[in-house]
């Protein structure tokens, strides 16, 4: 968390609020954080700790809603950093083109360990197109948090009681999605936002079978609930969510080799034209590969 907060005191731009969310730690992050208020008061911005029970990253970003009083929100992960003019960059961005509500800018991802620059784990090459709402749902673009700025204005009409739907998975895009269903997002073609790559952490630790099927379960009530939030009714957009959930029901029946599921997946998936008979062969014989059971 230092690195990050550190990153922020480092920041161009004059005026900034911190709102710090300690989601029921059970470690020093508490007293690191405090350890940081002088700093911060002597930076000129403003500086709030929450200390919330534990729960899920959606319910700590609702903890800290109710506080947001600038013109725009970005909401950086603890282990992450902002290079020292990503908010002004953007601010400034925002400043010059008023008919956009949000503004994002390129990732780079770094281990924790070393620094060492490492791989992206989501599609990072697609940043032309400004309509990102199917492209984010389908995972043609990235999801990084704070990359994103958003109008808190904007923000707070499609949210506003200030809270945003709590799942155990997900907060990016309940944050994301009906934001960008009814604004363009443009990005800024410059790495100003580091993603910590670090092994064990919540978005990469390992699930059992049973833990990783609750997880899409969660993830489709998720959706089905964002799609009421941006009043999504027609025919063709329910087609597209359906064939959604029906192609991540697919990879993962794949996955785990239930034989029965790939087949009865692959079937529904054909009324769309998404497979081939070649191809689910190839994709289960590449999933016998990776877990060791191919002879």
Known sequence: MSPMLESVLGQTYPEIEMILVD??????????????????????????????????????????????????????DGDDRLEPDSVEKRVQFLKKHPQYKCVRTLPY???????????????????????????????????????????TEAFFKIYPEYRIPEYNVGQNFQMLLPFMFHYKCPTIP??????????????????????????????????????????????????????????RRYFLAVKYRRVWQVFKLYHQMNQYGELKLCKILKDYIWSCMVNGHAR
């Open 109 to 151: 991802y770094f281990k924790q360990d070393t620094g060492e620059l490492a791989q992206a784990d989501e599609n990072v090459e697609n940043y032309s197109g400004e309509e990102l709402f199917w492209s984010m749902l389908e995972y043609q673009t990235y999801v990084c948090c704070g990359c994103y700025m958003l109008s």
């Open 23 to 76: 989601d029921g730690s059970t470690d020093r992050t508490v007293q690191v954080a405090k350890g940081f208020q002088k700093k911060f008061i002597d930076r000129g911005y403003g500086y709030r700790i929450i200390q919330a029970e534990h729960k899920c990253a959606a319910a700590a970003i609702n903890k800290g809603l109710p506080f947001v009083t600038g013109e725009y929100l970005i909401w950086p």
């Open 190 to 247: 410059e790495k100003l936002y580091g993603v910590c790559v670090r092994e064990g952490s919540h978005s990469r630790i390992k699930l059992t079978r049973s833990e990783e099927e609750q997880r899409y379960r969660e993830y489709e009530e998720l959706i089905d609930e964002i799609a009421d939030i941006c009043g999504i009714h027609d025919k063709v957009s329910k087609e597209r969510i359906k064939k959604w959930k029906i192609r």
